[in-house]
T-cell receptor
Framework: DGGITQSPKYLFRKEGQNVTLSCEQN?????MYWYRQDPGQGLRLIYY???????QKGDIAEGYSVSREKKESFPLTVTSAQKNPTAFYLC????????????FGPGTRLTVL | AQSVTQLGSHVSVSEGALVLLRCNYS??????LFWYVQYPNQGLQLLLK????ATLVKGINGFEAEFKKSETSFHLTKPSAHMSDAAEYFC??????????WGAGTKLIIKP
């Protein structure tokens, strides 16, 4: 089945450590996104990539980094510079339908202790 | 800049009652509009979308929404609420290429 996988589902890290969240898709989608979700704040865009080897900052990119070396993969690194990293992180992609419908992964809940 | 407003962070209805979740958007051009549902600790799932054509859009799980250009609205409805409808619902509008602008979400609570 085609879809987006995110791993792990739950992640715990100590303060000051960098951590990388995985996002893989087998939908052959070009564009991929990372969102952060906090209670009552909806979805906030961290980074997005429209094509391999290219990505742009979203609204809250500070303290995060990404890479897009393969079409299928768009990992997100939460660095120690991110002041409040505990949140639910969602990865999404857009297909070729032309209407910008986004397909989502199951999410990773990151807790920094 | 485009924006999406969802009226009410929480909406509570009795099981079997009408569900109405409100969404208003600002857009200078005909938009693409979406409703997504999110269950706790899960990703978002598309309920329905409006792109072109018929303004009344039917989605999954018995939900539907009507695009009203004059009111810049895309409210989500379901005639009879079920306990399994308890979730958070997000409205979104397509902005420039490859971007969605998101509402803050509405948590739907179903009372037995």
């Amino acid at each position: 089945d085609g879809g987006i996988t995110q791993s792990p589902k739950y992640l715990f890290r100590k303060e000051g450590q960098n951590v990388t969240l995985s996002c893989e898709q087998n939908l052959n989608h070009d564009a991929m996104y990372w969102y952060r979700q906090d209670p009552g704040q909806g979805l906030r865009l961290i980074y997005y990539s429209q094509i391999v080897n290219d990505f742009q900052k979203g609204d809250i990119a500070e303290g995060y980094s990404v890479s897009r070396e393969k079409k299928e993969s768009f990992p997100l690194t939460v660095t120690s510079a991110q002041k409040n990293p505990t949140a639910f992180y969602l990865c999404a992609s857009i297909g070729a339908s032309g209407d910008n419908e986004q397909f989502f992964g199951p999410g990773t809940r990151l807790t920094v202790l | 800049a485009q924006s999406v407003t969802q009226l009410g962070s929480h909406v509570s209805v009795s099981e079997g009652a009408l569900v109405l979740l409100r969404c208003n958007y600002s857009s200078s051009v005909p938009p693409y509009l979406f409703w997504y549902v999110q269950y706790p600790n899960q990703g978002l799932q598309l309920l329905l979308k409006y792109t072109t054509g018929a303004t009344l859009v039917k989605g999954i799980n018995g939900f539907e929404a009507e695009f009203k250009k004059s009111e810049t609205s895309f409210h989500l409805t379901k005639p009879s609420a079920h306990m399994s409808d308890a979730a958070e619902y997000f409205c979104a509008v397509s902005d420039r290429d490859y971007q969605l602008i998101w509402g803050a979400g509405t948590k739907l609570i179903i009372k037995p």
